[in-house]
């Protein structure tokens, strides 16, 4: 099988996320409807790649914006990488990623930046694309730590856990759902971003409504109640076999009951109890992987979690 690449092009939307529904690898993260809100923010440079006249993979990517020599899949989302759902395997996959080096660098790019899928997004083994750019010899660059609960297979839940969710219960915390709690919880998000980090939230508000708009059975929104207060919440995405934790926040009022510990216990049961396998904590990395947050990553693993990498490539696309 030959396989061949050509730009995505504005037509291809619906057909282009039609076929994320299919692919092994691909989340909402990947789809049109989700790349799209970034408007014109990136160069896209996003692949169809094609064998016999079909569709067999996608990749989602864009110019990078600090690079103009570096094509990066994709610099808006956590991780992008090859889709496919089965005919990309073994030697097909590293001839579709030759075929992909070629045409970047026949498009003037001197790189390509691959974030792999991590493999507890993949609804059957897919990490042929790994084992193709070891081929290529592209070099690992990055390595992200994230924390991740088998909800079927739960691993200890540390004593601090659990007092905390009783005292989260004993001052009468009571969950609730819905996007009418998103503006309260970016106040109480970009309050804590900036006395501790001098930053402001990855998303604004509006962007987080409007995606949650594009997506209601996806995106949702948990949050930690004092009466009519949000104390502490997370904004979750589903995925077929994971929820994640995108954004987790809690004031002062919050950490003072252990609120998140009452989000966390209830967001990890809805998990198990809709028959999804993996809860997400997501990264507790800075500085390109380089630097562990332990007191983070600490606090992840006391509710019953381990250890799951986000990796990143890079391949080079001139000279090869």
């Given at each position: 099988?030959?396989v061949?690449v050509?730009?995505?092009?504005?037509?291809?939307?619906?057909?282009?996320?039609?076929?994320?529904?299919?692919?092994?690898?691909?989340?909402?993260?990947?789809?049109?409807?989700?790349?799209?809100?970034?408007?014109?923010?990136?160069?896209?440079?996003?692949l169809?790649?094609?064998?016999?006249?079909?569709?067999?993979?996608?990749?989602?990517?864009?110019?990078?914006?600090?690079?103009?020599?570096?094509?990066?899949?994709?610099?808006?989302?956590?991780?992008?990488?090859?889709?496919?759902?089965?005919?990309?395997?073994?030697?097909?996959?590293?001839?579709?990623?030759?075929?992909?080096?070629?045409?970047?660098?026949?498009?003037?790019?001197?790189?390509l930046?691959?974030?792999?899928?991590?493999?507890?997004?993949?609804?059957?083994?897919?990490?042929?694309?790994?084992?193709?750019l070891?081929?290529?010899?592209?070099?690992?660059?990055?390595?992200?730590?994230?924390?991740?609960?088998?909800?079927?297979?739960?691993?200890?839940?540390?004593?601090?856990?659990?007092?905390?969710?009783?005292?989260?219960?004993?001052?009468?915390?009571?969950?609730?759902?819905?996007?009418?709690?998103?503006?309260?919880l970016?106040d109480?998000?970009?309050?804590?971003?900036?006395?501790?980090?001098?930053?402001?939230?990855?998303?604004?508000?509006?962007?987080?409504?409007?995606?949650?708009?594009?997506?209601?059975?996806?995106?949702?929104?948990?949050?930690?109640?004092?009466?009519?207060?949000?104390?502490?919440?997370?904004?979750?995405?589903?995925?077929?076999?994971?929820?994640?934790?995108q954004?987790?926040?809690?004031?002062?009022?919050?950490?003072?009951?252990?609120?998140?510990?009452?989000?966390?216990?209830?967001?990890?049961?809805?998990?198990?109890?809709?028959?999804?396998?993996?809860?997400?904590?997501?990264?507790?990395?800075?500085?390109?992987?380089?630097?562990?947050?332990?007191?983070?990553?600490?606090?992840?693993?006391?509710?019953?979690?381990?250890?799951?990498?986000?990796?990143?490539?890079?391949?080079?696309?001139?000279?090869?």
């Amino acid at each position: 099988m030959s396989v061949t690449v050509r730009p995505y092009a504005a037509e291809d939307a619906e057909r282009w996320d039609a076929f994320c529904a299919q692919a092994d690898q691909a989340t909402l993260l990947h789809t049109r409807r989700f790349l799209g809100y970034h408007g014109d923010r990136f160069a896209d440079r996003s692949l169809v790649l094609e064998a016999d006249g079909r569709w067999v993979g996608l990749l989602p990517a864009a110019e990078h914006p600090a690079d103009r020599s570096l094509v990066a899949s994709h610099p808006g989302i956590t991780y992008g990488g090859v889709l496919h759902a089965g005919a990309l395997r073994g030697e097909r996959m590293v001839a579709a990623l030759e075929a992909v080096r070629a045409h970047y660098a026949a498009a003037g790019y001197s790189r390509l930046l691959y974030k792999a899928v991590p493999t507890i997004y993949h609804r059957q083994p897919s990490q042929d694309d790994l084992y193709a750019l070891f081929r290529l010899d592209a070099r690992r660059t990055r390595c992200d730590l994230s924390c991740t609960i088998d909800v079927a297979h739960r691993g200890a839940v540390s004593e601090r856990r659990r007092r905390g969710l009783k005292k989260a219960l004993k001052a009468g915390v009571a969950i609730a759902t819905g996007d009418h709690l998103y503006a309260p919880l970016w106040d109480v998000l970009a309050d804590n971003l900036a006395r501790k980090h001098g930053v402001k939230p990855v998303h604004t508000l509006a962007e987080i409504q409007l995606l949650a708009g594009r997506f209601p059975d996806a995106i949702r929104c948990v949050a930690a109640m004092a009466g009519e207060r949000v104390l502490a919440g997370v904004v979750l995405f589903v995925t077929p076999g994971v929820v994640h934790a995108q954004y987790i926040a809690s004031s002062a009022e919050g950490y003072d009951v252990s609120a998140l510990d009452a989000v966390f216990d209830h967001c990890i049961t809805a998990t198990r109890e809709q028959g999804r396998r993996w809860f997400d904590f997501g990264i507790s990395t800075e500085e390109a992987g380089r630097v562990l947050n332990e007191g983070l990553y600490a606090f992840k693993s006391e509710f019953g979690g381990g250890g799951v990498v986000h990796e990143f490539f890079d391949l080079a696309l001139q000279g090869a």
